[in-house]
């Protein structure tokens, strides 16, 4: 399809995802991707995109920025914050005024591409896999956050929008932060592996960028929420066998008991305190990794508009893993 009168405004790009998503809408041949960009350029230096040095609190420019755009990818907002208020802030508050923008100044938007994630499920239903029937009982602030943007997003903007919301499980890839944080601490030797863990759903950024794309573009999503993700879930041993491979060295697996998860996110947490920052582990995301769903099916999305994923685990790891390498990260 051409697509060289099309435009799109990318909140979020200057991160692991957005930047991933600005480099595919040009590949699509997109005649201007306008992104949010506060202060560095981050990911998109040397791209061609059209920054828009504002953040979405600034609603005027955000106005101008959505204007004649024909489709809005939302992935901007926190992971991560102190305090619930701080997440509410920058995930329902932002949003909201994000959408407020679009219903003002492009009210004939083709599509608006919500994300929220995988966390806003909360605890895990039976069976273990989630999908888009499965009730929303968030466990972490982050949940929380994600599962009331959603809800505000339908009670306010659901008539007067064409919105798609995406919910991605954790996702890898080049530029990501999170999962590197295993692959480091495999490559330093050490596996530890959560004790009756049975996996969890993984997707390559590659995959969900292109499940972004495809569901925000299709006629058929209106109106409707999508887990993107890989039905094919993976297990910690799996993921680990796939790094070792790709490391070229081996680690020692080393079980860790579920009774420690806490305790451990409560130490990291306070250490966190002493240095001034927030670790990635941290007492809401030791809830998480011990009672939130960790496996999603994305079924619905094959359905609608006919996605898949692509990227075999093994495949996925080993380009990623080569990337890290080559900046020195591994």
Known sequence: ???SNTKAFITGGTGFIGSHLAQALLKRGYSEIRCLVRSAPKWLKGLDIVPVRATLMDKGAIREAVQDVDYVYHLGGLTRAKTF??????NVTA??????????????VRKVCVTSSLAAVGHAPAGGIADESTPLRAISHYGRSKAMMEKEVWHAFGESLPIVIVRPPPVYGPRDRDVYTFFRTVGRGICPILMGDQGLTLVHVSDLVRGLIEG???EATGGETYFVGNDNHVTWTALREATVKALGR???????????????????????RV?????????????????????????KAHRDFGYEAKTPLEEGVRATIEWYRARGDL
């Open 216 to 218: 925000t573009e299709s």
């Open 95 to 108: 949003t909201l005024n994000l959408l407020d923008a679009v219903r003002s100044a492009n009210p004939k």
């Open 85 to 90: 208020e701080a997440l509410f802030e920058g």
């Open 275 to 299: 240095t001034g920052t927030y670790p990635p582990l941290n007492r809401e995301k030791a809830r998480e990794i011990l009672h939130a769903a960790k496996c999603c099916s994305s079924s």
């Open 250 to 272: 081996r680690a020692l697996t080393v079980p860790l008991p579920r009774a420690v998860v806490m305790p451990l996110g409560v130490v990291t947490e306070f250490a966190g």
């Open 1 to 3: 399809m051409d697509k």
